[in-house]
T-cell receptor, first 110, second 113 residues
Framework: GQNIDQPTEMTATEGAIVQINCTYQ??????LFWYQQHAGEAPTFLSY????GLEEKGRFSSFLSRSKGYSYLLLKELQMKDSASYLC???????????FGAGTILRVKS | DSGVTQTPKHLITATGQRVTLRCSPR?????VYWYQQSLDQGLQFLIQ???????AKGNILERFSAQQFPDLHSELNLSSLELGDSALYFC????????????FGQGTRLTVV
């Protein structure tokens, strides 16, 4: 079966750094995505990793280790607007079927 | 604004009924994806179309069907509706066949009463 695990909730302080972890066990792998979703809104694409290593994009970075079935999303210089749900999703090997984790609700406090 | 347009934004209907959700992808995007998001199931991939043809299938019920038309807009048809079908339905689009970066529409909130 497919299993994607992320923490349910996290709280961090404005200006700080937070790391959101994602572990996965899937029958295939063709890349890992991170999406941000504010309550009641559409998911917004943040990053896509298909090879091991760190991808940096402004304040956000994403890391992937395929051998460990592990990824993390790193958010730096946290802002209040970063309060949202962060979804980890794995693209299955055949086709474009995305399997999503339940999401991590991040609360940024001042 | 992602450039993906979904209509209607809200829909309330009774059990047993049939509804059609519509999606217009971003200009130039050939792939359309449909997702269902409910409180208990999270975000679930339903189906993908690329340039008019079905490309990938997820957890889509037999009561649900979709198609992509020559102008690349897509429709998701939900029939014999049940209370449990109440959810947010998102459409997303991407340029190519592979889902490397997809842009989501604002969703259609379906309430079945």
């Amino acid at each position: 079966g497919q299993n994607i695990d992320q923490p349910t909730e996290m709280t961090a302080t404005e200006g700080a750094i937070v790391q959101i972890n994602c572990t996965y066990q899937t029958s295939g792998f063709n890349g890992l995505f991170w999406y941000q979703q504010h309550a009641g809104e559409a998911p917004t694409f943040l990053s896509y990793n298909v090879l091991d290593g760190l991808e940096e994009k402004g304040r956000f970075s994403s890391f992937l280790s395929r051998s460990k079935g592990y990824s993390y999303l790193l958010l730096k210089e946290l802002q209040m607007k970063d309060s949202a749900s962060y979804l980890c999703a794995v693209c299955m090997e055949y086709g474009n079927k995305l399997v999503f984790g339940a999401g991590t609700i991040l609360r940024v406090k001042s | 604004d992602s450039g993906v347009t979904q209509t209607p934004k809200h829909l309330i209907t009774a059990t047993g009924q049939r509804v059609t959700l519509r999606c217009s992808p971003r200009s130039g995007d050939l792939s359309v994806y449909w997702y269902q998001q409910s409180l208990d199931q999270g975000l679930q991939f339903l189906i993908q179309y690329y340039n008019g043809e079905e490309r990938a299938k997820g957890n889509i019920l037999e009561r649900f069907s979709a198609q992509q038309f020559p102008d690349l807009h897509s429709e998701l048809n939900l029939s014999s509706l049940e209370l449990g079908d109440s959810a947010l339905y998102f459409c997303a689009s991407s340029v190519g066949e592979l889902n490397t970066e997809a842009f989501f529409g604002q969703g259609t909130r379906l309430t079945v009463v």
